[in-house]
């Protein structure tokens, strides 16, 4: 699941580099982004789509809003020769700025409901993975989560892209909010030039009719062949609401789905909400939590 991570870099990158041309005092620091400035020349003026301005509210969305709170239902699928395989994942994560989070991991059994839970929380340096049926729990730092821990993705595809987003952003996101959304969507120049830059980084735009509901979509395919992504974009909120990745690996075919319920997020959080503290009697695992059938 790693190219996951790697499409927030694609859009930061369209999104920190077109939009360069703006002033910027001469005392900032320079954006850390690769940009390149397309000269009137190099792009024709067209008529922006809904969807590429969808996308612009969504990333810009991203960016500013500091704490998310939301529940994610995630199914997975897999289907080979000799092999199937399905299940059904609740997951409720509160998330803060600079990678925090908390997310509650829950299985859900058709005969039983659902099973015990496993918790992530990241304090942005550390992350603890609790497993409530054993009592255990292991400590990682937050990059060996996003980049080594092979559970990472039951924290939610749209976590790992929110998380995505902010650090690719990093110290250019004040810049990147600064610019006027209207003066954003009139600059015919950088949306074009974000549509063209698209379809040679390995993605797509469309609009998609799931579940009665019509979307903006962006799929993304990885480089190496293996997934495609697709995120279904509400274009009324600009809020993504489903997640489908699907794909071979290891001779099955896969399918998997994040539905996203976004909620308000609550008025006031504890102080303490992003720091694990073991249950009584929990033992810590030497090696890193092993979640489920994963």
Known sequence: MKF???IP???LILLAGNTATASRPVSEPQS???IELASEKQWVQ??????TLSLVRTLRNLLAIDVRSFDSSLSITAAGPTFSFSTDIQIQTITAQPNQFQSRVQFVDPNKGTTPYYTFTSDGQQVWIYDSEQNIYSVMTYREFQDEYKNNFLAGFFTSFFFGVLEEAGENTEFLLSIPEEQLLQDDAFLTSMEASLGVQNSTMGTETFNGTQYTTLSYADPEGDFTMT????PATSLIEDIHIM?????LDMFMREDVVHKAPPASL???LFTFVPPAGAQLSETPISIGPF
């Open 4 to 6: 996951v991570s790697s």
């Open 32 to 34: 850390s982004l690769p």
């Open 270 to 272: 504890p102080q303490d």
């Open 46 to 51: 067209t008529q922006p789509t809904t969807d």
């Open 9 to 11: 870099a694609v859009l």
């Open 247 to 251: 794909g071979q690996t290891q001779g």
């Open 231 to 234: 995120m279904f974009i509400d």
